[in-house]
């Protein structure tokens, strides 16, 4: 049963706050994902510095050898404070600059930018933690900070100019999360052209909307685009809306570990079932634990316990999770 969705995984930087990704074991962590099947790398760099752009390259070349595509996060938000990037004009031609230092020196390296990470968020000076709100789904431009979705705009447009002179083979891709269109299309309606529209949706979402109903309404606004899926996961977050049973068992490593493995497969599954050729890829956040954002030790924060295995603060010590096999098996199935 071949598809046309490949299926990629998201790796960090190193070095603080994502301890779990040293330098040291970049190679050993490609390994695993090629392992896994994956065809696709996403890695997120928030090092503004030459030493980033350095590992930017390293890493896109460890994964060129590996015969699998590289995107680049340029997960940047410099562009909410006007003290740093400057106002309007100057926030465009800032992104522009920058973002052509980084694409002319790793052309040919970065099959896709994306262009920062979930803006749509810090738009509506949200949590990531708590991106579905009661009563505000982002959906309305109101429910924005018109100030920064202005200043987001044009960073945007700042930076896909960078973009496409630095590297123009490149594809371009900008991300949002849950029902936060509101913003996207404003960006599209200020004349930015990206190729590639980001969708961050994890189980949570699913069960509260469905995806194809957000695909449709993309497709309906933005009909020339691309879709990919740049996170997903199943998520292990206790919710205040949620049952307290549900509340109770995601505090358990093998409920959480049990869920995971069942949703990752079948969410996989869903994609395939829509029949969307639009849809060319969905990627999971992210191969490994990260302990460091425990609170107590063993309880749930942030991203601690998305990894497909678990580790230490270090990444060593690496034990795979059963989602892991569960979503190994699922891509050997749909390569076929």
Request: net charge negative; glycine share 6%; aromatic share 10%.
């Amino acid at each position: 049963m071949a598809c046309n969705i490949s299926v990629g995984m998201n790796i960090h930087r190193w070095g603080p706050p994502c301890f779990a990704y040293p330098k040291v074991m970049i190679e050993q962590n490609l390994d695993t994902c090629k392992e896994l099947g994956i065809k696709i790398i996403r890695y997120n760099n928030s090092n503004r510095g030459e030493n980033g752009l350095a590992d930017a390259k390293y890493v896109a070349t460890q994964v060129k050898d590996r015969d699998m595509k590289f995107m680049l996060v340029i997960d940047d938000s410099q562009w909410v404070n006007p003290d740093v990037s400057g106002e309007k004009e100057n926030l465009e031609s800032y992104y522009e600059d920058y973002m052509y230092r980084i694409s002319s020196e790793l052309k040919g390296l970065v099959d896709v930018y994306q262009v920062f990470n979930e803006m749509d968020v810090t738009a509506m000076r949200g949590d990531i933690a708590n991106i579905i709100l009661p009563g505000k789904d982002g959906k309305e431009k109101g429910e924005y900070d018109s100030v920064l979705c202005e200043r987001a705009i044009n960073a945007v447009k700042g930076a896909l100019r960078g973009i496409r002179k630095g590297d123009p083979d490149a594809k371009t891709c900008v991300n949002f999360a849950w029902w936060h269109t509101a913003l996207i299309y404003e960006m599209c309606k200020e004349g930015c052209r990206f190729d590639i529209i980001g969708l961050d949706w994890y189980s949570d979402c699913e069960e509260v909307s469905s995806i194809d109903l957000l695909l449709e309404d993309v497709k309906n606004h933005i009909p020339d685009s691309s879709f990919m899926i740049c996170e997903t996961n199943y998520w292990m977050h206790p919710m205040g809306r949620d049952p307290i049973e549900k509340q109770e068992a995601l505090k358990v490593k093998e409920k959480r570990d049990e869920g995971q493995a069942k949703w990752v497969p079948e969410f996989i599954q869903k994609l395939i079932d829509l029949d969307e050729p639009k849809i060319k890829s969905v990627i999971f956040y992210e191969l490994l634990d990260e302990p460091v954002f425990e609170r107590n030790k063993g309880s749930y924060h942030g991203e601690s316990h998305f990894g497909f295995i678990e580790c230490d603060e270090n990444g060593t010590n690496q034990v795979k999770k059963p989602a892991f096999y569960s979503l190994q098996e699922k891509i050997k199935e749909i390569n076929h």
